[in-house]
């Protein structure tokens, strides 16, 4: 997917809570279309590859609604990690 839009993967890091993707853009790409994207074109693998996920799932989106976004060079610290986490988690009142 990348190669046809542009982007460039730099890092992945996959974590039980969440998923950590480093990516170059072309500056007139905005993020937020990047992320729908992502989350768009992921979701139909998951899905794709374990069907029974499906029924689970009818929305059709694998991911949580919420994600976040950062620019620049520097990676986003564990804290602003979890602290991002546990305050979605919260806005959608559930436990953490």
Known sequence: AGVAYHW?????AVRPD???L???CKPTTAPERVARQLKRLTSEKVFEEFPRLVKDDPSGDFWAPAYLLLGGPNLPTP????GY???VRR??????
């Open 85 to 87: 986490i546990a305050h």
């Open 8 to 12: 460039r993967v730099n890092r992945v």
């Open 91 to 96: 806005t959608q009142g559930l436990a953490e």
């Open 79 to 82: 804290q602003q990690i979890t």
């Open 18 to 20: 969440h998923v950590l």
């Open 22 to 24: 480093g990516l170059t």
